[in-house]
């Protein structure tokens, strides 16, 4: 199992720099290794590392490889880092087996959590946005699939769920939102 981030140059295939996850993020491989995919945003490369509290998500200068910033719980899955436009608002999204966080790309300062524990098999697949304010995400097993309402508020964010149903469980493949339809 490979526990490096790698950058390199595609014209020469020359490494530009390489960082040790498992050392950065203070966890072990998981047993499924490391299985999602960064997020390249601007300056940074951002990755999910399911590392110790305040160390699952970590983003890396694009250039350098440097450390530019970390945070998120303690918590495993392999879903990928995603950009998502809630409430005027760009954000950083991350789906783990506690739920969902999301973030401000640049520095990683959280905007709001929803905790959702799962029990049975790590979450993977992505969260589908949608009319800026709706965050639909799920997970196999029991967990099944969640509609969040986000709303941004003078103090800060609230999450509200609006519908919960364990009929629809995705795991491997993301599901769609297409006018106003989910398909999966």
């Given at each position: 199992?490979?526990?490096?981030?790698?950058?390199?140059?595609?014209?020469?295939?020359?490494?530009?720099?390489?960082?040790?996850?498992?050392?950065?993020?203070?966890?072990?491989?998981?047993?499924?290794?490391?299985?999602?995919?960064?997020?390249?945003?601007?300056?940074?490369?951002?990755?999910?590392?399911?590392?110790?509290?305040?160390?699952?998500?970590?983003?890396?200068?694009?250039?350098?490889?440097?450390?530019?910033?970390?945070?998120?719980?303690?918590?495993?899955?392999?879903?990928?880092?995603?950009?998502?436009?809630?409430?005027?608002?760009?954000?950083?999204?991350?789906?783990?087996?506690?739920?969902?966080?999301?973030?401000?790309?640049?520095?990683?300062?959280?905007?709001?959590?929803?905790?959702?524990?799962?029990?049975t098999n790590p979450?993977?697949?992505?969260?589908?946005?949608?009319?800026?304010?709706?965050?639909?995400?799920?997970?196999?097993?029991?967990?099944?699939?969640?509609?969040?309402?986000?709303?941004?508020?003078?103090?800060?964010?609230?999450?509200?769920?609006?519908?919960?149903?364990?009929?629809?469980?995705p795991y491997f493949?993301?599901?769609?939102?297409?006018?106003?339809?989910?398909?999966?």
């Amino acid at each position: 199992v490979d526990d490096d981030v790698r950058v390199w140059d595609a014209a020469t295939g020359a490494l530009v720099w390489n960082r040790n996850v498992p050392q950065d993020a203070h966890t072990r491989v998981p047993g499924y290794g490391f299985s999602s995919s960064p997020l390249v945003n601007a300056n940074h490369v951002i990755v999910f590392t399911s590392g110790a509290e305040d160390k699952s998500v970590i983003a890396y200068d694009r250039l350098t490889g440097e450390i530019a910033w970390h945070g998120g719980r303690k918590t495993s899955g392999y879903s990928s880092p995603q950009l998502a436009m809630i409430g005027g608002t760009s954000q950083l999204l991350m789906v783990s087996n506690f739920g969902m966080q999301a973030f401000q790309a640049e520095d990683g300062i959280l905007l709001w959590e929803h905790p959702w524990a799962i029990g049975t098999n790590p979450r993977c697949v992505q969260p589908a946005v949608s009319e800026g304010r709706y965050v639909l995400f799920g997970g196999t097993g029991t967990s099944g699939t969640r509609l969040l309402e986000i709303t941004r508020q003078q103090d800060g964010w609230r999450t509200e769920e609006q519908w919960t149903t364990r009929r629809v469980r995705p795991y491997f493949n993301n599901g769609v939102l297409h006018k106003g339809y989910y398909y999966g």
